[in-house]
């Protein structure tokens, strides 16, 4: 794993300690940076991301990153907002994302049995063989938090079940996102963000 | 399906896990870390660490502890106590902190949770109450619980300020009810049935688990999202894996 040149992409989101921390106990340093030529010559970049999609998307503006982030050819992983921000368009304040992933993020609507926001471990379901599904069981469940979703479509790799398919794990070209959190999410979320340092 | 959560709470006092009964005469039952490691191993689904003289005193939560957990833990885990601005809650966060949950500090000043919300998201803000049914059979809001000196009953009705949170921008809620507490009688059905029905965002039911058939009870009957529970699991009378085992062979759907 020496070869690997880890970046974390700093959109000011919260948990960026707790995803840092999850990759050291793979033995992975991470460097956290908003610097696009750092980002550039990674050889994988993280965009975790917890909030809310304008924001997020403002900060990446700030700090130059969009066209940037857009041209990354290396395996790139959003994480939470950070996967939901990799798609074309978010309902949450109407906001322009990268477009890296054809799909739309829309709002995850309540119900009495449906609340809002999706918290708590749900279960995988895989779609697709894929190398970054690789050594995940078929009971496999990871912990979300989120009030937004993408509809499980072309480019998801497992969807969860919450009243309607919701993508859980996508990827199209280079561009890999998962909607929950993998450094919360045991054993499970651990191989998948191994399987993804391996792509 | 999304599945039923089993939340360990670890109260933390000078930062060791101490435990009381009725939120008096607390004893030391362990090291932060040493027991969110051993709840982790046991299929706990996330922990909340509560800082309970934070809040009464003032203080804000030491970051350092927090952080410690955060390198070692791989399931969510939710800091309350001691939380009462944006700033404070930043910094928990940053330690490496999912959630916050805020009480006293709400109740204070309700727009913390507007602010909190929309600072770090709504999936961020617990907001935990505290309640106690009086003798006109009203369940009411307490606050400063951590500390019997300053223990306050409010006018607050539970369901009103229940509505109201949601409404500011709680993205949980932990309905302590403080009738149950510590005595591991089982969990208030009645009052969490009622809350369950005004409540929209997730609901953790909080106070009176003694056995497993509470924790069934509390997830059938009162639908509760997830459970917390502190002495069961501290004192090793309910173990987590055979908790989840009665759960799964009783049609509730847990993490396996």
Redesign the interface.
Known sequence: MSAVELVLVDAGGTNIGSVRYALERLGVFAEVSDDAQRIARATHVILPGVGAAGPGMQRLREAGLIDVLRGLSQPVLGVCLGMQLLFEHSEEGDTTCLGVVPGQVRRIEGSARRRVPHMGWNRLDVLTDDPLLGGLGADAHAYFVHSYAVASAAHTLASTDYGSALAAIVRHRNFHGMQFHPERSAAVGARLLRNFLDS | ?????LIPCLDVRDGRVVKGVRFRDHVVVGDIVDLALRY?DEGA??LVFYDITASPQGRSVDRAWV?RV???I???FCVAGGIRDVDAA?QV????A??ISVNSPALERPSLIDELAAA?????VVVGIDSLREADGEWRVRQYTGDPERMQALARRTLDWVVEVQQRGA??IVLNCMDADGVRGGYDIEQLAAVRSCC????VASGGAGAPAHFLEVFAVADA??ALAASVFHSGAIRIPDLKRFLADNQVEV??
């Open positions: 399906m999304l599945t039923r959560r982790r689904d996330e952080e955060a390198r070692v791989d399931i969510p930043r966060l940053h330690a490496g999912d959630k770090f998201g709504v999936q961020c993205g949980e929209g965002v997730p609901l999202d997830a993490r396996p």
